[in-house]
């Protein structure tokens, strides 16, 4: 029974990132089952030794003791006890990656073979939707039959989420790990370049600016220190921003406007789209849209922008409560009845999280919650550091920590679903990988 449980879920886990795709709700209940039962299976093995053993165990309970303390001294307590207490779920997926991935090289490298078919899908299917374009409607169906609803951003078949870039920027290398543990492509630069260039139209495309940020610093992490790959990555950039450039110039959406204003607010770039009357197809008609601000205009801007007020009011919170924070999960509390933060947001309503995770840790947890969490990645890169793996998957699972952990960045919160299983996810793959030997 016991070892049929763990067959079951392991593949589970094994389609997490399949899963991903249809919302949060599913991997959420997957890896808090998973997370139980692999410390009844760790107890029931009798491996809980080798486990606490682990540094990086020890600062990960350390870590979800400091959320609960903090906890004790928030301006909310439920709220901030609540998701402090249920965080442990999101700490303990590495571990069961690690245990039921690590010690079944076969179910890893299946892992690897859903991971680059599902990035090769997500690609496509939102490439399909940036081809299926109207000037009147903008992005219509995906090959799923979802539409955005958003106009000029695309969504693939992540249904309203704006979000295949940031899919396709997280997974998107270990899609290329299973490129080059394979002996016939090992050695396959066109292969490995239409790959991973693929990737980078999409991130451009769809409009996701720290997705496609991102993932052209992971390339070019792994072209200073992936010396094997060169010729891939660079490649694989070449023929990503030729494809850029011939999608700019050829595709309509970006050639059937005038900008009528710009300016840094959220939605804040007033465009005059031109399409054919529907009534009369021999005239041309036009609608005013809003679509989000030039990246420059934010930045020239950025005090008054919509992350410059939201990182001004963290820094706040942060400063007021510099030793436990204000509490876990409260920000958008205090922002929406705390007259005194809430005045600070003069041009946009209160967002449910500062955007930034290590900001996020200063203003709910305070120095506490964020010293552990340097210390918790701190250990976190010494153990794939150590591990025995070959020599280019450490590397690659370097690249994806510090990248996914990029400081300079806005992010989502690790204490809601979605990002917290991605994340936690990633790194539990990326502790199997800097242990992963040999091609098959």
Not at 36 to 64: D, H
Not at 151 to 179: A, H, M, N, Q
Request: with cysteine; aromatic share 20%.
């Amino acid at each position: 029974m016991i070892l049929q449980s763990k067959y079951i879920l392991s593949y589970l886990y094994l389609l997490i990132p399949l899963f991903l795709i249809a919302g949060p709700a599913i991997p959420d209940i997957v890896i808090t089952l998973g997370g139980l039962f692999g410390i009844f299976y760790i107890l029931y093995q009798k491996e809980y030794e080798s486990l606490i053993k682990l540094n990086l165990f020890r600062i990960s309970i350390i870590f979800w003791l400091s959320l609960i303390s903090i906890s004790f001294f928030s301006y909310n307590k439920t709220y901030s006890f609540q998701d402090s207490l249920i965080f442990i779920r999101f700490l303990l997926i590495p571990f069961f990656c690690f245990f039921i991935f690590f010690k079944d090289k076969k179910l890893f490298e299946r892992l690897l073979i859903v991971l680059f078919f599902i990035v090769v899908f997500v690609s496509i299917d939102t490439l399909y939707q940036f081809i299926n374009y109207t000037s009147k409607d903008g992005f219509k169906e995906d090959l799923l039959g979802f539409k955005s609803n958003w106009y000029g951003r695309l969504t693939g078949p992540f249904g309203d989420e704006l979000i295949p870039g940031s899919y396709l920027s997280k997974f998107g290398l270990f899609g290329f790990v299973f490129l080059i543990s394979l002996k016939k492509l090992e050695n396959n630069v066109v292969i490995q370049s239409l790959y991973l260039s693929l990737i980078i139209l999409i991130c451009y495309l769809t409009g996701e600016r720290m997705a496609f940020a991102t993932f052209s610093l992971s390339l070019l992490l792994l072209f200073i220190f992936l010396d094997g790959y060169r010729k891939s990555i660079v490649l694989s950039i070449i023929i990503g921003a030729l494809l850029i450039f011939l999608t700019t110039y050829l595709h309509p959406f970006y050639n059937d406007f005038n900008v009528i204003e710009s300016t840094q607010y959220h939605q804040g770039q007033k465009i005059e789209k031109f399409f054919q009357c529907e009534n009369d197809t021999e005239k041309i008609c036009s609608k005013i849209i809003n679509i989000q601000p030039n990246f420059f205009e934010v930045i020239k801007n950025f005090r008054s922008s919509a992350y410059g007020e939201i990182y001004l009011l963290s820094f706040k919170m942060f400063l007021d409560n510099p030793i436990t924070g204000i509490g876990i999960n409260n920000f958008k509390y205090l922002c929406n009845y705390n007259e005194l933060y809430k005045n600070m947001m003069v041009n946009y309503e209160c967002a449910s999280h500062p955007h930034n995770i290590y900001i996020q840790w200063l203003a709910e947890g305070g120095l506490i919650v964020f010293i552990s969490f340097i210390l918790y990645l701190f250990f976190l890169l010494k153990f794939i550091i150590n591990n025995t793996g070959d020599k280019k998957y450490k590397i690659i699972s370097i690249v994806i920590i510090l990248v996914m952990f990029w400081p300079i960045m806005s992010t989502g919160s690790l204490i809601k679903n979605w990002f917290g299983v991605t994340t936690f996810f990633i790194i539990g793959l990326c502790m199997c990988l800097s242990k992963f030997k040999n091609n098959y």
